[in-house]
C-alpha cells in the first residue's frame, strides 16, 4: 500500500511536495495511486459534528491541518457549547468544527457544507438543516440506539425512515469496529471507544484523500509515553481508512488539489495564536517587554495561555484576581514602562471601564483586547457577535476617547495587534482592539511575514526636565506636548524627572491638579483632539471593486471574510458593487467620508443592530444602512450576497 | 552604581500644597515618613507611591519621589504590575479603610497572598472622611453615621485579622500619635522582602475625632497599648502588671501578679504558623479595651516579583532568547513555491 505523505524534519517542518513516497516497510508491489480515479473538485465544506465528549474540535483540527499541509487554502468555523461537558447525547452538547478547503484562494468556512459527519442522534438532529440538499451524510450508526434517539428527540430512528431522503448515506459502525481494531492491542473496552474520532477521521481522509503522516505523527507527539493511546488512536485511524477501502465508498471518494497561493512560507493560524504572536513581534520592534495582566474568560483565555508559553521573549504574564486588577496592573506595567496588555471579552470591558478613563486621563499606552461574544451579560460565551463597538467608543465615564483597531481575519490578528501597539506607544494613550470569537478561534492559511518588513515602533522615555517654575528653576513637568500631542513617558527610575500623575483633571504642562472651568474644558478637547491627530498618519482607504459601482459595502472586523467573497460573487454575476474594509474605527481613516459620499447606496454588514451604521451616520450624514446578523454565527457569503441584491434592486 | 545621595526631609517633601483638615492624623504620618526616607538610604527616582481614592490617597501628591493617585481601591492591582514589571523599585502603596478593604478588599488580600513586593500603608480611621462621614467597613457595630442614623448593623473587619488570614508575610500595626513607634514599624515593612502591611491608627477629627483616645494619648498607652516586642514576653501597663497568655490557643489578658511571668507569651513574629499572631489580634475588638501594636508576624517567603524573574530566565536558559522568525514558524509550515 502506498499513501500520500510529506516528509517531516524533527522540527515539525513540513514541506509539501506533489510526489509520491513510498512509505517504510511498504512493498513495491502493492504500488496503487490512492487519488487515481478520485474526482477532483474546486472545494469541498465538511461539518464534524457530535458530543462534546466525542472530540469533534481535535478531529476538525486535525482534517485542517492535514488539509492545510497538503496546500489546501481553507477557513474554519469551530462551534462549541459553554459547558464543558453538557448531558452526553443531548442536542445541547453538541460540539462542531466546519471546515472549508480549496485548490483556490477563499475567504469564509463557507456557506452550506457539503458533507455532514454526524457522531451521535443529536448531532444529525442539530446540524442537518445546514446541510446542501443531496449532500452527504457520514454516521456513526453505534450511536443510533433507543436512548441516543430519545435523548436527541427522534421518535424513529432516521437511519431507518424517509429522514435521509435525498442525502448521499455512509454509515458506519464506527465505536464497534474501533474497539474491534483495539481489541488485540491490551488496550481497555471504555478506552478504545474514545478512539472512534480517529476512526471517523482516518475514514473522512480516505475519502477526501488526504495525507496520513501529519496526523500519525501529531498522535506520536501528542500522546507521548502513553504507548496504548498511541496505539489505539492510530489503530482507529487505520480502521476508519480500512473501512474506507472495503466498504465500496469509492463512487463517495474527491479530492481538492493544492491551491496556488503566493509564493512564501505558509502555517495555519487561528486569530488568538496570530494575536499573541503579533503582541510579541511589537514588543520586538518596540524593544520593550510586554506585560499581560488577564483574568481567565472564554474567548480571549487563550491569549493568556500563548504569552504564558513565551516568557523566553521577556514577556510578564499576571493572571489576576479579577478583571479590574488585571487592567489595573498593565497599567501599573505601562507606567514602569513596559507595554501593558489587558485581554478580555465584553463582560470584562464592563468591569475595566473605571481604569480604561484613568488611563485616558494618565495618557499613558495600554493596550485592550476584546474578542467580542454574543451579549449582553453572560450572553453567548462560545459564539461570536461584534456589538461592543458602542462601548469600546463610548464605554466610560466622561469624555474619555480611545482609539479603536479591528482585526478582520485569523492571520490579521498579528498586524492589528502591532498597530494597536503602535498607536498605545506612539501616542501615549490606551487603545482597544477588537476580535470576536469567530477570529479567535477560526483558522486560516497564513503566509508569514518577513520580519525585516513589520512596521518599525521607536519610543524614547523621557530623561530631560523639560519646563522652568516661577522661581525660575528648571522643572519636570509630565504634561507638556509634543507634535502628535502625546506627552512625555518619564518611568520611574528616571533621575530628577520625579512627578506625580493622577486621575483628578490637571494642568496642561505642568500636571497640577486643577480645577479651574476653563482648564477643563481645554483639557477635554484637547484629549480629543489628541486622539483625532491620529488619523493624519494613517493611510487613505483603499477601495475594492468596481469603479462605476452604486453601492459600497462598508465592512469592519470579522465580516471581512464573508464580505469579500459575497461581493466577489456579486460582481462575477455582473452586479457593480464595490468594498470597504475598516482597521480603524477611531479615529476613521482620512478619506472615508470623501469615499461614502461617492456611492447612491453604503451598506454595513454588522453582527450588531448597526453601531458603526449609526457612527457612519452621525458622522457623514450619509443614508448608510446596516445589514444585521446577530444569531451568534458569522455571516456566510451567500447571505450577504441575497441581503446586498436586495439594495441594488 | 553611585552611592545614595544624602537627602533631608525637604528633599522629600513637594511642591504642592498640603490640602488634608488642620489637624488631621495625615500630617503626622506624612512627616514621619517624610522624615524617615533619608534613614531608608534609598533614591526618590526609585521610590513611587501608589494610591486610590480616599482623603489618605492625596498622599502621593506630597512625596518627591514617582507617585500616582489612581481610583477608589485598585492601589494594590496598579503597584502588584509595576513591582512585577519593575523589581529595582521600591513601592509604597498608601490608602485608607474604605478604599483597601471596602472597594479595594479583593485587590488587598490579592496582592498579600502572592507576597509581592509592596509597602501597604492602611490608614485606618474607623470612617469615611472624603465622602463626608458614612461608616466604613472598620466602624464599630453601632456607630451612628449620615448613612447609618440607626447605627451601623454592619460586623466590622479587623484589618490585622484580614490580613493574616490572606496569608500576609509581615503585618504590623501603629498609630498617629508616635513618631517614633510609626517610623519603626514603616522600616521594619519597607526593608521586608514581600508584601508587608502596616495599619496605622489614624484620628479623623472631622467626622470621627477621637476615635483612638482611650489608647493613643499619652497618658493611656502604657495601661492600652499592648506593645509586641520580639523574643519577649507580652506584657503592659504602667508597671508591667498585666500580660498576654495563650491559652487553648486563645490569646487571654491576664495579672502577671497572679500567673507569674513564666506562663506569659513570649512574642515570636518569625512563627511559621499564624494562628498564635491571629489570636493575638483578637484580643480586642473595640478601641476602649488593651490593644496589641507592633509586630504581629515576619516571616519569609519566596517574594512574588523574584519567582516572575526567575522563570523568565529559566525559560531563556532552555529556549534561548526569544527568536520571532523561529517562534512564527513554531506550528507546521509549508512552503508554496
Known amino acids: 500500500m502506498i499513501a500520500w505523505w510529506v516528509p517531516l524534519s524533527a522540527a515539525r517542518r513540513v514541506r509539501f511536495q506533489k510526489t509520491v513516497y513510498l512509505r517504510e516497510g511498504t512493498h513495491v508491489t502493492d504500488i496503487v495511486d490512492r487519488t487515481e480515479g478520485v474526482r477532483e473538485v474546486e472545494?469541498?465544506?465538511?461539518?464534524?459534528?457530535?458530543?462534546?465528549?466525542?472530540?469533534?474540535?481535535?478531529?476538525?483540527?486535525?482534517?485542517?491541518?492535514?488539509?492545510?499541509?497538503?496546500?489546501?487554502?481553507?477557513?474554519?468555523?469551530?462551534?462549541?457549547?459553554?459547558?464543558?461537558?453538557?448531558?452526553?447525547?443531548?442536542?445541547?452538547?453538541?460540539?462542531?468544527?466546519?471546515?472549508?478547503?480549496?485548490?483556490?484562494?477563499?475567504?469564509?468556512?463557507?456557506?452550506?457544507?457539503?458533507?455532514?459527519?454526524?457522531?451521535?442522534?443529536?448531532?444529525?438532529?442539530?446540524?442537518?438543516?445546514?446541510?446542501?440538499?443531496?449532500?452527504?451524510?457520514?454516521?456513526?450508526?453505534?450511536?443510533?440506539?433507543?436512548?441516543?434517539?430519545?435523548?436527541?428527540?427522534?421518535?424513529?430512528?432516521?437511519?431507518?425512515?424517509?429522514?435521509?431522503?435525498?442525502?448521499?448515506?455512509?454509515?458506519?459502525?464506527?465505536t464497534s469496529l474501533t474497539k474491534e481494531a483495539c481489541k488485540d492491542l491490551g488496550v481497555k473496552t471504555r478506552d478504545a471507544e474514545r478512539s472512534k474520532n480517529f476512526f471517523a477521521l482516518g475514514l473522512v481522509s480516505w475519502l477526501y484523500s488526504r495525507p496520513e503522516e501529519p496526523t500519525m505523527l501529531w498522535i506520536q507527539e501528542k500522546f507521548k509515553g502513553r504507548d496504548l493511546v498511541i496505539a489505539a488512536n492510530e489503530a482507529a485511524y487505520r480502521a476508519g481508512n480500512a473501512f474506507g477501502e472495503t466498504a465500496e465508498l469509492s463512487a463517495s471518494r474527491m479530492t481538492v488539489r493544492p491551491a496556488q497561493l503566493p509564493a512564501g512560507t505558509y502555517t495555519n493560524i487561528n486569530g488568538n495564536t496570530a494575536l499573541s504572536w503579533g503582541l510579541i513581534a511589537a514588543s520586538q520592534q518596540a524593544g520593550l517587554p510586554l506585560f499581560l495582566g488577564s483574568y481567565p474568560i472564554t474567548p480571549a483565555s487563550d491569549i493568556l495561555h500563548e504569552l504564558s508559553k513565551h516568557k523566553n521573549f521577556g514577556v510578564r504574564t499576571f493572571q489576576a484576581e479579577d478583571e479590574i486588577a488585571a487592567i489595573g496592573s498593565a497599567l501599573g506595567a505601562s507606567y514602569g514602562g513596559h507595554i501593558g496588555i489587558t485581554t478580555t471579552s465584553g463582560p470584562g470591558i464592563a468591569l475595566k471601564g473605571e481604569t480604561l478613563g484613568l488611563a485616558v486621563s494618565l495618557e499613558l499606552p495600554l493596550v485592550v483586547i476584546d474578542i467580542q461574544r454574543g451579549g449582553p451579560s453572560t450572553g453567548l460565551p462560545t459564539k461570536t457577535e461584534a456589538a461592543d463597538l458602542m462601548m469600546a467608543m463610548y464605554g466610560r465615564h466622561g469624555e474619555a476617547p480611545m482609539p479603536i483597531v479591528a482585526a478582520s481575519s485569523p492571520s490579521d490578528c498579528f498586524d492589528a495587534a502591532i498597530e494597536a501597539v503602535r498607536i498605545a506607544l506612539e501616542y501615549r494613550t490606551p487603545v482597544m482592539l477588537l476580535s470576536d470569537g469567530y477570529l479567535a478561534n477560526g483558522t486560516?492559511?497564513?503566509?508569514?511575514?518577513?520580519?525585516?518588513?513589520?512596521?518599525?515602533?521607536?519610543?524614547?522615555?523621557?530623561?530631560?526636565?523639560?519646563?522652568?517654575?516661577?522661581?525660575?528653576?528648571?522643572?519636570?513637568?509630565?504634561?507638556?506636548?509634543?507634535?502628535?500631542?502625546?506627552?512625555?513617558?518619564?518611568?520611574?527610575?528616571?533621575?530628577?524627572?520625579?512627578?506625580?500623575?493622577?486621575?483628578?483633571?490637571?494642568?496642561?504642562?505642568?500636571?497640577?491638579?486643577?480645577?479651574?472651568?476653563?482648564?477643563?474644558?481645554?483639557?477635554?478637547?484637547?484629549?480629543?483632539?489628541?486622539i483625532l491627530k491620529i488619523a493624519d498618519k494613517l493611510p487613505p482607504l483603499e477601495v475594492m471593486g468596481d469603479d462605476d459601482a452604486d453601492i459600497l459595502v462598508v465592512g469592519w472586523g470579522s465580516t471581512w471574510?464573508?464580505?469579500?467573497?459575497?461581493?466577489?460573487?456579486?460582481?462575477?454575476?455582473?452586479?457593480?458593487?464595490?468594498?470597504?474594509?475598516?482597521?480603524?474605527?477611531?479615529?476613521?481613516?482620512?478619506?472615508?467620508?470623501?469615499?461614502?459620499?461617492?456611492?447612491?447606496?453604503?451598506?454595513?454588514?454588522?453582527?450588531?443592530?448597526?453601531?458603526?451604521?449609526?457612527?457612519?451616520?452621525?458622522?457623514?450624514?450619509?443614508?448608510?444602512?446596516?445589514?444585521?446578523?446577530?444569531?451568534g454565527q458569522p455571516f456566510t457569503a451567500a447571505e450577504l450576497v441575497t441581503k446586498i441584491q436586495e439594495v441594488a434592486q | 552604581m553611585s552611592a545614595v545621595p544624602v537627602t533631608t526631609k525637604k528633599d522629600w517633601s513637594s511642591d504642592q500644597e498640603v490640602r488634608w483638615c488642620p489637624g488631621c492624623g495625615d500630617y503626622s504620618i506624612l512627616t514621619a515618613m517624610q522624615l524617615l526616607m533619608p534613614e531608608l538610604e534609598v533614591r526618590r527616582e526609585d521610590t513611587v507611591f501608589i494610591s486610590g481614592i480616599g482623603c489618605a490617597a492625596r498622599f502621593p501628591y506630597y512625596m518627591n519621589s514617582y507617585g500616582m493617585h489612581s481610583i477608589h481601591g485598585r492601589s494594590p492591582a496598579i503597584a502588584t504590575g509595576l513591582a512585577m514589571a519593575r523589581p529595582d523599585l521600591d513601592v509604597w502603596v498608601v490608602g485608607g479603610d474604605g478604599d483597601m478593604l471596602s472597594i479595594g478588599g479583593n485587590h488587598l488580600i490579592h496582592a498579600l497572598r502572592r507576597n509581592i513586593n509592596l509597602t501597604i500603608l492602611l490608614f485606618n480611621n474607623q470612617i469615611y472622611g472624603l465622602t463626608k462621614g458614612q461608616y466604613s467597613p472598620t466602624s464599630e457595630v453601632g456607630k451612628v453615621t449620615k448613612s447609618t442614623p440607626m447605627g451601623s448593623i454592619d460586623q466590622p473587619f479587623n484589618p490585622i485579622s484580614v490580613a493574616l488570614g490572606a496569608e500576609a508575610t509581615f503585618v504590623a500595626r501603629t498609630h498617629d500619635m508616635d513618631r517614633g513607634h510609626m517610623q519603626e514599624m514603616f522600616r521594619r515593612a519597607h526593608d521586608h522582602q514581600g508584601s508587608a502591611i502596616v495599619e496605622v491608627f489614624q484620628n479623623c477629627n472631622v467626622f470621627n475625632d477621637g476615635a483612638f483616645n482611650a489608647i493613643t494619648k499619652k497618658d493611656a498607652r502604657d495601661a492600652m497599648l499592648i506593645n509586641l516586642t520580639h523574643g519577649e514576653p507580652v506584657r503592659f501597663g504602667v508597671d508591667g502588671e498585666r500580660g498576654v497568655m495563650i491559652v487553648d490557643g486563645t490569646a487571654k489578658i491576664v495579672d502577671v501578679a497572679e500567673v507569674g511571668i513564666d506562663v506569659l507569651h513570649v512574642h515570636d513574629e518569625t512563627a511559621p504558623d499564624p494562628s498564635v499572631a491571629f489570636s493575638i489580634s483578637r484580643l480586642a475588638d473595640d478601641r476602649e479595651s488593651p490593644t496589641p501594636v507592633g509586630v504581629f508576624r515576619s516571616v519569609q517567603r519566596r517574594e512574588y516579583g523574584e519567582s516572575v524573574s526567575s522563570q523568565i530566565a529559566a525559560a531563556q536558559d532552555t529556549k534561548g532568547p526569544g527568536d520571532l522568525h523561529g517562534l512564527l514558524r513554531s506550528l507546521p509550515t509549508w512552503d508554496v513555491s
Open chain 1, 444 to 530: 486560516e492559511p497564513w503566509k508569514l511575514p518577513d520580519i525585516g518588513s513589520l512596521p518599525s515602533i521607536d519610543i524614547e522615555f523621557a530623561s530631560e526636565l523639560n519646563g522652568v517654575d516661577s522661581e525660575g528653576r528648571e522643572v519636570y513637568w509630565p504634561y507638556v506636548r509634543n507634535d502628535n500631542l502625546a506627552r512625555p513617558w518619564a518611568i520611574p527610575g528616571t533621575e530628577a524627572l520625579m512627578h506625580r500623575i493622577g486621575g483628578i483633571e490637571k494642568q496642561d504642562g505642568t500636571g497640577n491638579i486643577s480645577y479651574d472651568p476653563a482648564n477643563h474644558e481645554f483639557m477635554v478637547h484637547l484629549r480629543e483632539e489628541r
Open chain 1, 43 to 174: 472545494r469541498i465544506i465538511i461539518r464534524f459534528a457530535g458530543d462534546s465528549g466525542d472530540g469533534m474540535q481535535l478531529t476538525g483540527d486535525r482534517f485542517t491541518s492535514a488539509s492545510a499541509l497538503f496546500g489546501n487554502d481553507l477557513a474554519t468555523l469551530p462551534e462549541f457549547p459553554a459547558e464543558i461537558r453538557a448531558p452526553a447525547g443531548t442536542l445541547a452538547g453538541v460540539s462542531a468544527f466546519q471546515v472549508h478547503i480549496s485548490d483556490h484562494d477563499i475567504t469564509t468556512p463557507g456557506d452550506a457544507p457539503n458533507v455532514l459527519v454526524a457522531m451521535n442522534p443529536a448531532a444529525l438532529k442539530a446540524d442537518l438543516h445546514t446541510l446542501e440538499s443531496g449532500g452527504t451524510v457520514i454516521v456513526n450508526s453505534d450511536a443510533f440506539e433507543e436512548r441516543n434517539l430519545a435523548k436527541a428527540g427522534y421518535e424513529h430512528n432516521p437511519l431507518e425512515d424517509n429522514t435521509l431522503d435525498g442525502y448521499t448515506v455512509i454509515t458506519a459502525p464506527m
Open chain 1, 561 to 631: 471574510g464573508a464580505i469579500t467573497s459575497a461581493v466577489g460573487r456579486l460582481r462575477r454575476g455582473g452586479t457593480k458593487v464595490a468594498s470597504v474594509h475598516l482597521r480603524h474605527l477611531y479615529p476613521f481613516a482620512p478619506n472615508l467620508g470623501e469615499l461614502l459620499q461617492r456611492y447612491d447606496h453604503v451598506v454595513v454588514p454588522e453582527m450588531n443592530l448597526g453601531q458603526l451604521t449609526k457612527l457612519l451616520r452621525a458622522e457623514f450624514l450619509v443614508d448608510a444602512k446596516a445589514i444585521s446578523k446577530v444569531s
